[in-house]
């Protein structure tokens, strides 16, 4: 393997100044820069990160906790920060915690170590629940940055992305009433135990206050083998007065579309469909199922980059970034 030491002898010129070459340092002449360059590309050089991190203290890798991939917005927000990372000269190592407590909190253990220097993460179900937060602060007491998106604990402070949970079901919601007449909208949910679902319950309970309709709400507890289809059909065979499903979740809102179906009835129009989703999932459901569209790469793409400049500058304020939802229409609404 090529080494630096190598680099400069047959370039007659010191270590120092092949690596300030090969770092783009203006010390250092175009010239010169180009050709270590091309003779790094020739010989194959690669530089040692062992080395590297032994001498800045630092392993440019970003430790990632995910509640879960099998969710495709988490799967999504990965793809964006895994991009933004490697543009950016940073690895990642992704861990995931399966909405556990105890797998989140072995994770931060795992990683804390010396392994990364700092983390982006979704809180895990188990975790908001149970309002279990030391294992991150124990985390950011040792100066390890930590950068939550999406799931978040609003006690904690440090840096986070978040969309605007409450403001999008809001006008979802609105568009629902105002725009397509309905006056019975039933909100389907499997989070309304997390910090986003909350906020997306108020958005909607808020909307219909300001229009004075009452609520209907279809709460799916995750913690117990709920048969998601029965009970989606069971609630619209037993409320015959539905004319708009809102769904705070990725998968509920295609269920009720094939369960109002079953059921005889005609979308959109007899009943309005609307979910949380992104750009492709409309193409899971027949009709094309109306979004609220989560920015998912973006909110990776933007963890990623708030993360890397703390990094850079320990003395940067504390921030919480809002990456504003849009509302796409398709077929599911008229």
């Not at 998601?228 to 509920?252: F, G, P, Q």
């Not at 809102?253 to 079953?262: C, D, L, T, Y």
């Not at 909110?299 to 796409?328: A, F, H, M, R």
């Amino acid at each position: 393997m090529t080494t630096l030491k190598e680099l400069a002898a047959l370039l007659n010129i010191s270590v120092s100044t092949v690596s300030k070459a090969l770092n783009d340092s203006h010390e250092i002449s175009e010239n010169t820069r180009t050709r270590v360059k091309e003779l790094a590309t020739k010989l194959n050089y690669k530089p040692n990160r062992i080395a590297q991190q032994l001498k800045t203290n630092k392993s440019k890798t970003i430790g990632v906790i995910l509640p879960t991939v099998t969710n495709p917005f988490f799967a999504e927000v990965l793809h964006g920060i895994e991009k933004t990372a490697t543009n950016n000269d940073y690895d990642i190592i992704v861990c995931l915690s399966n909405e556990t407590f105890l797998k989140e909190k072995r994770s931060l253990e795992l990683l804390s170590n010396g392994s990364v220097d700092g983390f982006i993460m979704a809180v895990a179900r188990e975790s908001q629940v149970k309002n279990e937060t030391e294992h991150i602060l124990d985390v950011i007491k040792s100066r390890l940055p930590v950068l939550m998106f999406d799931r978040v604990v609003n006690e904690i402070e440090c840096n986070k992305v978040i969309v605007d949970d409450f403001q999008s079901v809001l006008e979802a919601t609105e568009y629902l009433i105002e725009k397509e007449n309905r006056k019975h909208i039933l909100l389907v949910s499997n989070i309304e135990e997390l910090s986003v679902g909350k906020l997306r319950i108020e958005g909607y309970s808020k909307a219909l206050e300001n229009h004075n309709l009452k609520p209907h709400i279809l709460k799916l507890d995750h913690a117990v083998d709920v048969d998601v289809e029965k009970k989606i059909y069971d609630y619209l065979k037993a409320n015959t007065t539905i004319d708009a499903i809102l769904s705070i979740d990725h998968v509920t809102g295609i269920v009720a579309i094939n369960m109002a179906k079953k059921l005889g009835l005609k979308i959109p129009e007899e009943m309005s469909v609307m979910g949380f989703g992104f750009d492709h999932t409309p193409l899971l459901s027949s009709p094309k199922i109306s979004i609220i569209h989560q920015k998912a790469h973006e909110i990776g793409e933007i963890s990623t980059k708030l993360l890397i400049d703390s990094l850079k500058d320990d003395s940067l304020q504390l921030q919480t970034i809002v990456v504003p939802s849009d509302l796409k229409l398709n077929e599911s609404t008229d």
